[in-house]
């Protein structure tokens, strides 16, 4: 069935460090990728996404890499600062589909 | 510019009682998604509807009920609540096809 597998569970990262989150998934269907992001006491909100047709994209300090013979994926944030600190999800999803499945979530935490 | 709206933001419900979540999209999307969120377990798809007239099960469906009353509304019914639906719940929508949810900021449900 459909599973995505993250880690890790939690992160601590001095300012300015990168930080990097994986993700595996086992449909080998899926072929989008949106990363969220988490704040306390608010709604997911997508930071990110990412198409099977794309090895990697970028957004200022934040980019995604796609690794479809491996089946998974990754989060880099670099020059990490203390309001990226948050709950990151990945998940995946297939253009048949209508849904979209979540990763079990990472809390980053931003040591200033 | 409201997005996706969640009423009500909290609620606690004895077991037995019953309650519904309202979702209200101002965006025009044709899917709209319910999810829970519980502690290291990220979010699970409760129900979805991918258009208006229409609605499937997610991975746990038991114990819930949905009306898509129109393209703007989605509700999400407990007719019987459980301590095990004590949770965070989330509405999401989106246009259509592969591409990333808007999500509402929550409602936090206990039942005692």
């Known amino acids: 069935g459909e599973n995505v597998e993250q880690h890790p569970s939690t992160l601590s990262v001095q300012e300015g460090d990168s930080a990097v989150i994986k993700c595996t998934y086992s449909d080998s269907a899926s072929n989008y990728f949106p990363w969220y992001k988490q704040e306390l006491g608010k709604g997911p909100q997508l930071i990110i996404d990412i198409r099977s047709n794309v090895g990697e994209k970028k957004d200022q300090r934040i980019a995604v890499t796609l690794n479809k013979t491996a089946k998974h994926f990754s989060l880099h944030i670099t020059e990490t600062q203390p309001e990226d600190s948050a709950v990151y999800f990945c998940?995946?999803?297939?253009?048949?589909?209508?849904?979209?499945?979540f990763g079990s979530g990472t809390r980053l935490l931003v040591r200033p | 510019n409201a997005g996706v709206t969640q009423t009500p933001k909290f609620q606690v419900l004895k077991t037995g009682q019953s309650m519904t979540l309202q979702c209200a999209q101002d965006m025009n999307h044709n899917s709209m998604y319910w999810y829970r969120q519980d502690p290291g377990m990220g979010l699970r798809l409760i129900y979805y509807?991918?258009?208006?007239?229409?609605?499937d099960k997610g991975e746990v469906p038991n114990g819930y009920n949905v009306s898509r009353l129109n393209k703007r509304e989605f509700s999400l019914r407990l007719e019987s609540a459980a301590p095990s639906q004590t949770s965070v719940y989330f509405c999401?929508?989106?246009?259509?096809?592969?591409?990333?949810?808007?999500f509402g900021s929550g409602t936090r449900l206990t039942v005692v």
């Open positions: 999401a929508s989106r246009v259509t096809g592969m591409d990333g949810y808007t």
């Open positions: 509807s991918a258009s208006e007239g229409t609605t």
């Open positions: 998940a995946e999803g297939e253009d048949s589909s209508y849904k979209l499945i």
